[in-house]
T-cell receptor
Framework: GAVVSQHPSWVICKSGTSVKIECRSL??????MFWYRQFPKQSLMLMAT?????????EQGVEKDKFLINHASLTLSTLTVTSAHPEDSSFYIC????????FGSGTRLTVV | RKEVEQDPGPFNVPEGATVAFNCTYS??????FFWYRQDCRKEPKLLMS???SGNEDGRFTAQLNRASQYISLLIRDSKLSDSATYLC??????????FGSGTRLQVQP
């Protein structure tokens, strides 16, 4: 079945630094990938839609200059959290679809 | 109003019990419907799709009522391993999924 790999699974960083999260589709090509964020005891919220070869589409309220998305190939999308603050601490999950939506294993980001 | 609403629970049930979860969605143009399971600190995993005709997978039965914009999940003969958060998920045709906040189930021995 479709496999989506996400890396790293967890990261701790200092305030003001940037963190890059990678999402790869291992056995299929994904022209579109989705980035979600989940705060404790809350739902997954769509942040942006990553489009291969073009600009990402961001949801209302998500700062595109803070959450940089690059989808340079059919199997890789990256999310970079720039100038991270403690309130950016969250669980970030990517997703892609072949027969059905498959999720990466998520990245738990803690900003200290 | 949230696009997808669920009772957050938690539902605490003994092993062997039957438990039902409900979900409502607000967008009448929604096209496809799912139940996902999420374990603590893990990614969601597809449990089953939901169809108007109703569908069953072992101990799990899902039902969709388009007129009422209502989705249900029934779990029979609950196992300890069923303890998780169950997410009601809707595809409104935007290509991305819209998630409910989840219903937490704790099956107790």
């Amino acid at each position: 079945g479709a496999v989506v790999s996400q890396h790293p699974s967890w990261v701790i960083c200092k305030s003001g630094t940037s963190v890059k999260i990678e999402c790869r589709s291992l056995d299929f090509q994904a022209t579109t990938m989705f980035w979600y964020r989940q705060f404790p005891k809350q739902s997954l919220m769509l942040m942006a839609t990553s489009n291969e070869g073009s600009k990402a589409t961001y949801e209302q309220g998500v700062e595109k200059d803070k959450f940089l998305i690059n989808h340079a190939s059919l199997t890789l999308s990256t999310l970079t959290v720039t100038s991270a603050h403690p309130e950016d601490s969250s669980f970030y999950i990517c997703s892609a679809s072949r027969d059905h939506f498959t999720f990466g294993s998520g990245t738990r980001l803690t900003v200290v | 109003r949230k696009e997808v609403e669920q009772d957050p629970g938690p539902f605490n049930v003994p092993e062997g019990a039957t438990v039902a979860f409900n979900c409502t969605y607000s967008n009448s143009a929604s096209q496809s419907f799912f139940w996902y399971r999420q374990d603590c600190r893990k990614e969601p995993k597809l449990l089953m799709s939901v169809y108007s005709s109703g569908n069953e997978d072992g101990r799990f039965t899902a039902q969709l009522n388009r007129a009422s914009q209502y989705i249900s999940l029934l779990i029979r003969d609950s196992k300890l391993s069923d303890s998780a958060t169950y997410l009601c998920v809707v595809n409104t045709g935007r290509r991305a999924l819209t998630f409910g906040s989840g219903t937490r189930l704790q099956v107790q021995p």
